[in-house]
């Protein structure tokens, strides 16, 4: 498996910015389609953005289309989430997920096999 480690979470105020960034590190060939998710406090895990090998971002949760930007650098087997406009309801810790190859994203927690630990990301004044 891959081992997935988030970093750049932390507090921020409303409309402010952060990128939150994802570490890969062990069996590479898993780290292929790879996914944003967040968990709010009480509520289910649910995707936020997916990005295949080619760097084509096929998804986007529709409350943070255009303000979330997802990329990725292979060379440095790093992921990131550029989150803008930030809003108090995208208070969550935020995961990376990684997967073996597919021709598609998937949104599925249940499709990802590897999972980071988390970081935390809160929208407030």
């Known amino acids: 498996q891959v081992q997935l480690v988030e970093s750049g979470g932390g507090l921020v105020q409303p409309g402010g910015s952060l990128r939150v960034s994802c570490a890969a590190s062990?069996?590479?060939?898993?780290?292929?389609?790879i996914g944003w998710f967040r968990q709010a406090p009480g509520k289910e895990r649910e995707g936020v953005s997916c990005i295949l090998n080619n760097h084509t971002v096929t998804y986007y949760l529709d409350s943070v289309k255009g303000r979330f930007n997802m990329s990725r650098d292979n060379a440095k087997n790093m992921v990131y989430l550029q989150m803008n406009s930030l809003l108090p309801e995208d208070t969550a810790v935020y995961y990376c997920?990684?997967?073996?190859?597919?021709?598609?994203?998937?949104?599925?927690?249940?499709?990802?096999?590897?999972w980071g630990q988390g970081t935390q990301v809160t929208v407030s004044s």
């Open positions: 062990g069996y590479l060939p898993d780290f292929h389609v």
């Open positions: 997920a990684a997967r073996r190859p597919l021709l598609t994203c998937v949104t599925d927690p249940a499709d990802f096999g590897s």
